[in-house]
């Protein structure tokens, strides 16, 4: 297939309905991709999801970044369907602990999580007691907006909210390895309380719960394996 496009892009009719400009990229030597890709992976790879914080504070500026880095993913029509909520407030860090845990109660204790989902999470170790709620200096919490509210009250749908939400949070979690903090997606299910909590609107709903900071010294992650490339990516 040559470069040749029949229907360029955009067509004169259309930029002269919205705004275009000139994406710049520079094409990198293949040795150099190559190194930065193993690297990013390498990177990546260490990431662990922490259980274990210390209390120790991390700067606002950071969690600034991370956010700011989050909101970059793609979403559907670009509506950009996220509200992040930020807090080291210890009062409302301890209602969401509270709340979290009376939920985990019935899903550990009264069988709300069944027998299967109990066995696929047991290497993990987890149960009802969640400190980390109120140890980690920062709690953030990502909300999909299901809907858009005008300011005439009017509803406007999101396209793709899961999904480009997903992305988001994918690109959180990255950020915030990278500058050397650790977080855990923590989704205490069901997840409504949070909207009480944080006096959020009815067009959104928790969608993932991050505790920030530094993992305790001295801990340990379970030894679990990732999955192997052929497993995962099949090329034709
Ligand atoms: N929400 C519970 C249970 C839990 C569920 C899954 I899926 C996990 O990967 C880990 C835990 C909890 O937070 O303990």
């Known amino acids: 297939m040559s470069d040749h496009y029949e229907y360029p892009y955009p067509s004169t009719e259309l930029e002269s309905r919205y705004p275009f400009y000139p994406y710049e990229h ?3 030597p293949e040795e150099i ?5 193993s690297l990013f992976f390498e990177e990546m790879n260490q990431r662990r999801s922490i259980r274990m914080f210390s209390s120790d504070t991390v700067p606002t500026r950071l969690i600034e970044l991370a956010v700011r880095t989050a909101s970059t993913a793609p979403s559907g ?19 969401i602990r509270e709340a979290a845990e009376e939920e985990e ?20 170790g987890t149960d009802y007691h969640k400190e980390f ?7 953030v919490v990502l909300f999909e907006q299901r809907y858009e509210i005008a300011s005439d009250g009017s509803h406007r749908k999101n396209y793709y909210v899961k999904e480009s939400v997903g992305i988001a949070a994918g690109l959180f979690i990255a950020s915030l390895h990278r500058m050397g903090l650790a977080t855990l997606t923590h989704t205490p299910s ?11 609107p009815v067009n959104e709903r928790p969608f993932c719960l991050f505790p ?25």
């Open 105 to 124: 109660r019935k899903n550990y204790l009264e069988n709300r999580m069944n027998a299967d989902w109990q066995e696929a999470i047991a290497p993990l």
């Open 133 to 139: 709620l109120e140890i980690a200096p920062w709690l």
């Open 77 to 95: 029509a670009h509506k950009q369907p996220w509200t992040f909520i930020a807090t080291q407030n210890s009062e409302i860090k301890r209602a």
């Open 212 to 236: 920030i900071g530094y993992p305790l010294d001295g801990i340990k992650v379970p030894d679990l394996q990732r999955k192997e490339l052929d497993e995962i990516l099949h090329v034709f």
């Open 26 to 28: 520079q094409r990198l």
């Open 190 to 200: 069901p997840m409504k309380f949070l909207n009480q909590i944080l006096e959020r």
């Open 33 to 37: 991709m190559k190194q930065r890709a």
